[in-house]
């Protein structure tokens, strides 16, 4: 018997990718044990829909709901994902990889970028990614599933993929109906508070029929309908660190094959994404409105694309930054809703998964106790910015000097959090960050080498073995790396034999 505090009815407002995620995992999770689910969306407003690209923290999402692998991609017209492609951010020609793997193997208890730096003291060039496989296999566009075994060095990368997002909601809204979610279409036009407490009672349609629920999750976009325009909740603006807001969003046909990497390629203020579908390219141009008119935007986004343009450009307005609270009396916000960190690392999606999955963990009754919503809001704070500090690095370790765009990025004041990870690693190769964290060495590591923030001096217990020897250990990492590489098979042939989706998604 269910506790007479127990919730009845859960309303999520919005559907998208984080009305959907949220559905469909309350659905699994509470197994119609625990409140009536129903998700209110209305087709007249739409959604975003250009979260294209996902992190490798997307199968414990998939896995917990056991999503089959190969009918997603199949559905969602999806493509493996290795990392994520850097062109003109250190310097204009650079070009490095973000790779979902390490660097090289860790030697007698020290990092192995410590052997790196040393070795290019003695002259041995080679950038660090050719001591990863999910790098180097990128670039030679292979791709073959992670070996299980530990001892194997194809275990030692992970991988995502790059999805339509519209088409991933659709699907997990077919889950989650079928788990019971009930969905109404309609346009909510007012939202009712509690006159004791404030706290949300219900919504009202523009049908009339008035909704009531007992805990509201606000996925309605950038609007915030319930958590801003109900509640007031305020938001934190972090444009001072992160200053592009606008994106130009254009599909293109493809014309070329499917790269296993999202690229994020550097402009004149600000970038351009590029996402390999199997039925389209996804592309975009992030920008910053200070620096580059909309007109100059959408010029630059469809003077790059590579195949014929399959719609009209269409503009996004955002303000990087997130709620003060993304938990406020009987309302959560997840997705945009919440906040929004441009997609730059692909975290959007993995900020939906990481607020979803908090709020399984401290999942209320009608009391909603005020100390797990200040612990929910202190760990989404958290996250929000280590993400935030994570994408500032990728600006503020330029060394561009061609426009006043990177002019400023290069010379702004950054979070001190983030100030001294970067005097850390630069003074002595240390690469600071906490096991809990998304980012850890592996990451930082892509980012500051990448973008030639190289450590003045190494661990000192790399001079503890003689200099023949580091030679020795760098040239057969690199030779296993680059054989197995070779070995693999192309990311094309991989997603034919596993995944290509039915002519009817095409």
């Known amino acids: 018997m269910m506790s007479e505090q127990a919730l009845q009815d859960i309303v999520i407002v919005g559907g998208g990718t984080a009305g959907w995620m949220t559905a469909a995992m309350m659905s699994q999770v509470l197994d119609g044990q625990l409140g009536r689910i129903r998700l209110i969306e209305s087709e007249q407003i739409g959604t975003v829909g250009v979260g294209e690209a996902t992190i490798p923290t997307i199968h414990a999402f998939n896995q917990k709901l ?227 008119s909309e007109d100059e935007a959408i010029t630059t986004a469809l003077a790059n694309l590579e195949g014929p343009a399959l719609a009209e450009p269409r503009v996004l307005q955002f303000t990087t930054g997130k709620r003060k609270k993304m938990w406020n009396r009987n309302c959560i916000a997840i997705g945009l809703s919440g906040g929004f960190l441009e997609p730059l690392e692909s975290t959007s999606i993995w900020l939906i998964q990481a607020a979803i999955a908090l709020l399984m963990q401290r999942f209320p009754d009608r009391n909603f106790d005020i100390e797990d919503i200040d612990d929910y809001n202190r760990n989404m704070q958290g996250r929000f910015e280590e993400v935030r500090d994570f994408l500032i690095l990728h600006y503020k370790a330029t060394e561009r000097t061609d426009t006043d765009f990177w002019n400023d990025c290069r010379t702004m004041s950054i979070p001190e959090t983030l100030q001294q990870r970067i005097d850390m690693f630069r003074k002595r190769g240390h690469a600071i960050f906490h096991p809990a964290e998304l980012f850890v060495e592996a990451n930082w590591l892509a980012i500051y080498l990448g973008q030639h923030v190289i450590p003045e001096a190494c661990d000192p217990r790399v001079h503890c073995f003689d200099d023949e020897y580091t030679r020795k250990r760098l040239q057969q990492m690199q030779m296993m790396v680059a054989k197995t590489a070779q070995e693999m098979p192309m990311h094309g042939s991989t997603i034919e034999s596993f995944c290509r989706a039915k002519p009817a998604h095409v």
């Not at 850097?86 to 990092?111: R, S």
């Not at 991933?168 to 508070?193: C, F, M, N, Q, S």
């Not at 969003?249 to 004149?268: D, H, I, M, Q, W």
Request: glycine fraction near 10%; aromatic fraction near 12%; charged fraction near 25%.
């Open 66 to 292: 056991g999503i089959d692998e190969a009918e997603m991609m199949r559905v969602t017209n999806a493509t493996f994902k290795l990392g994520i492609e850097f062109v003109n951010w250190g310097e204009l020609g650079d070009c490095y990889l973000h790779p979902f793997g390490p660097f090289g193997q860790d030697l007698n208890g020290v990092a192995f970028h410590h052997y790196w730096r040393r070795g290019q003291d003695l002259g041995i060039d080679n950038p660090i990614g050719d001591y990863c496989l999910a790098n180097v296999a990128a670039k030679q566009e292979k791709f073959a599933h992670p070996n299980r075994d530990p001892k194997s060095i194809l275990s030692t990368y992970a991988y995502a993929f790059h999805f339509d997002a519209s088409r991933y909601a659709r699907y997990l809204r077919h889950y989650a109906e079928e788990r019971g979610v009930i969905r109404t279409e309609g346009k909510i036009v007012d939202v009712k508070l509690r006159q004791d407490d404030g706290f949300i009672e219900s919504v009202r349609l523009e049908s009339g029929e008035a909704i009531a629920g007992d805990l509201f999750i606000d996925c309605s976009g950038f609007r915030g309908l319930l958590i801003e325009e109900a509640l007031n909740t305020g938001y934190e603006d972090w444009t001072q660190w992160l200053p592009c807001d606008r994106a130009v969003a254009v599909p293109s046909e493809n014309v070329s094959p499917l790269t296993p990497y999202t690229r994020a390629t550097a402009g004149n203020a600000g970038w351009q994404w590029r996402i390999p579908l199997q039925h389209r390219m996804g592309n975009g141009h992030v920008y910053c409105s200070s620096y580059l």
